[in-house]
C-alpha cells in the first residue's frame, strides 16, 4: 500500500493550496480517509476526513469554512483544498487511509511521508 501526498509547498498568509493524495494497493473506495497535520514542536491532529462514499465530511475547528476534503474514488485520490490560509496551517500534513467499519479491512491504517505546507510572508 502506499500513499503519496503532493502539493505542499511556500504560499504568503491569505494564499490557498490543495493537496492530494493518490493511493495505490488498496481498495481505495473502503477505506475512510484523513487529513492530518504536524507544526514544529506540537503533535499530529486531524484536520479533515471524509467517509467512504465522500458523502459525509469532518473538519477541525480551526479549518472549518476555510479547507475542503474531496475524494474521487474512481482515480483512488484524496484531495484537500487549503484556502486563506495563515501562518498558524504551516505543518507537514499527512494523508490516512482507514479501514471503513464494516467491511473486511477495518482495522488497517496507512500512512503517507507527508507534504510540508509553509505559510509565510
Known amino acids: 500500500v502506499q500513499l503519496v501526498e503532493s502539493g505542499g509547498g511556500w504560499v504568503q498568509p491569505g494564499g490557498a493550496l490543495k493537496l492530494a493524495c493518490a493511493a495505490s494497493?488498496?481498495?481505495?473506495?473502503?477505506?475512510?480517509m484523513s487529513w492530518l497535520r504536524q507544526a514544529p514542536g506540537k503533535e499530529r491532529d486531524v484536520v479533515a476526513q471524509?467517509?467512504?462514499?465522500?458523502?459525509?465530511?469532518r473538519y477541525a475547528g480551526s479549518v472549518k469554512g476555510r479547507f475542503t476534503i474531496s475524494r474521487d474514488n474512481a482515480k483512488n485520490m484524496v484531495f484537500l483544498q487549503m484556502n486563506s490560509l495563515t501562518i498558524e496551517d504551516t505543518a507537514v500534513y499527512y494523508c490516512?487511509?482507514?479501514?471503513?467499519?464494516?467491511?473486511?479491512?477495518?482495522?488497517?491504517?496507512?500512512w503517507g511521508e507527508g507534504t510540508l505546507v509553509t505559510v509565510s510572508p
Open positions: 490516512n487511509a482507514k479501514g471503513g467499519y464494516g467491511t473486511s479491512y477495518y482495522g488497517m491504517d496507512y
Open positions: 471524509i467517509t467512504m462514499s465522500g458523502n459525509m465530511t
Open positions: 494497493g488498496l481498495t481505495f473506495s473502503n477505506y475512510a
